[in-house]
Structures are given as structure tokens and as C-alpha cells.
T-cell receptor, first 113, second 111 residues
């Protein structure tokens, strides 16, 4: 158990809908990262927040957005969902002086029908 | 465009064998290279490498980075069936702190 929690574990929704994925980092970790993993694209870095502020951005679509709250939990919002958004979404956290030692949560499996 | 290439894509060995997994990269503003092990679900962190030529070791696993030739290797000695997993290499850059993952090497260790 990495100490990172994600909810929900599974989500099934229809095209065009909007969903919110939630992540709670390990206690004391200030950074939260979001990743998308699909069969054809592998693991893709989406976005990083550090202590409430956006720190890095990867291949995140404009339909997706994220934020990190004062209690350091983070939410990833996915809107106007398409079939191709079906994937496993991971959250990871890191902190202290080991910013790149990331600990991954169990993931949320999103299925868009 | 930044690239991270892992080889081989898959590998089948028997318990006790030693394996070497490769990760080569072409990125601008290299910051660090990380190795992860992914079994059924979430990746777990193995190593972070930032300096060339310094070996990182953890039990039967070790890794080294060559910043001149732009590659890293992950060695696993005396493999066990529990080492079966996908091993991911990721490269972090100073370009907006981006992180680029390779496609992974699927290792299967047979008893």
C-alpha cells in the first residue's frame, strides 16, 4: 500500500459526460501527479500540482483540468468525454526533497460507453 | 520530439537467470531517469538516476545511467517468479518539468 488513495475505483459513463476523479496524496507529500494509461498509448503524464499550484504540464487535453486543494487532495476533471478517454487514471504523490520518487495510487478505471 | 525507447519489449527467462533491460532516450534538458515496476496495477518506484556512472542498487536490482550515450540499464540477478512485471523507464526534463515514459519491458520469469 503506497499511502495514496484514489476514488472511485471504477467509473462507467457515457460519451459527452463529465466526471471527477479524486486523489489523496501520502501524508506530508506536497506534489500530486496525474497520469493516463491506455493500452495503445502506454503511461502518459498529464499534470503536476505542488502545494496547490500547477507545476508541470504534459499531454493533457483542453477538456481535462485539475486542481489541488488546501488540504492537498487533488481532483482531475474530465469533460465532454469520448470513447478514447477510456483508460486507467493514476495519481501519484511525492514530497520532501525527493520530488521524483513518486508513489502511485491504485488508479481509477474509466470506461466511456 | 522527446523519445524514450525501451528494449526488449518482452522477455521470458527462467528463475535464476540474470536479465538486463535497456532504456535509451532523446530529450532536451534532461533532468533525471526513473525506473518503475508495474505488476497488476500501479507502478512502484525502483530507482531515480541523475548522475552518470553511479550505480544504484537495491537487493538483486541495480541500475546505471550513461548520460553521454543517453541510456540506462536495469539489471536483475537471480530472477524469481515475483520479478515478473512490466518495467517502465521514465525521463524527467526541465521542459516544464515534463516526464516521458517508455512503452515498458514485459518480463516473465518461469519457474
Amino acid at each position: 500500500d503506497s499511502g495514496v488513495t484514489q476514488t472511485p475505483k471504477h467509473l462507467i459513463t457515457a460519451t459527452g459526460q463529465r466526471v471527477t476523479l479524486r486523489c489523496s496524496p501520502r501524508s506530508g507529500d506536497l506534489s500530486v501527479y496525474w497520469y493516463q494509461q491506455s493500452l495503445d498509448q502506454g503511461l502518459q503524464f498529464l499534470i503536476q500540482y505542488y502545494n496547490g499550484e500547477e507545476r508541470a504540464k504534459g499531454n493533457i487535453l483542453e477538456r481535462f483540468s485539475a486542481q489541488q486543494f488546501p488540504d492537498l487532495h487533488s481532483e482531475l476533471n474530465l469533460s465532454s468525454l469520448e470513447l478514447g478517454d477510456s483508460a486507467l487514471y493514476f495519481c501519484a504523490s511525492s514530497g520532501g526533497d525527493r520530488l521524483y520518487e513518486q508513489y502511485f495510487g491504485p488508479g481509477t478505471r474509466l470506461t466511456v460507453t | 520530439e522527446d523519445k524514450v525507447v525501451q528494449s526488449p519489449l518482452s522477455l521470458v527467462v527462467h528463475e535464476g537467470d540474470t536479465v538486463t533491460l535497456n532504456c535509451s532516450y532523446e530529450v532536451t534538458n534532461f533532468r533525471s531517469l526513473l525506473w518503475y515496476k508495474q505488476e497488476k496495477k500501479a507502478p512502484t518506484f525502483l530507482f531515480m538516476l541523475t548522475s552518470s556512472g553511479i550505480e544504484k542498487k537495491s537487493g538483486r536490482l541495480s541500475s546505471i545511467l550513461d548520460k553521454k550515450e543517453l541510456f540506462s540499464i536495469l539489471n536483475i540477478t537471480a530472477t524469481q517468479t515475483g520479478d515478473s512485471a512490466v518495467y517502465l523507464c521514465a525521463v524527467g526534463t526541465y521542459n516544464n518539468n515534463d516526464m516521458r515514459f517508455g512503452a515498458g519491458t514485459r518480463l516473465t520469469v518461469k519457474p
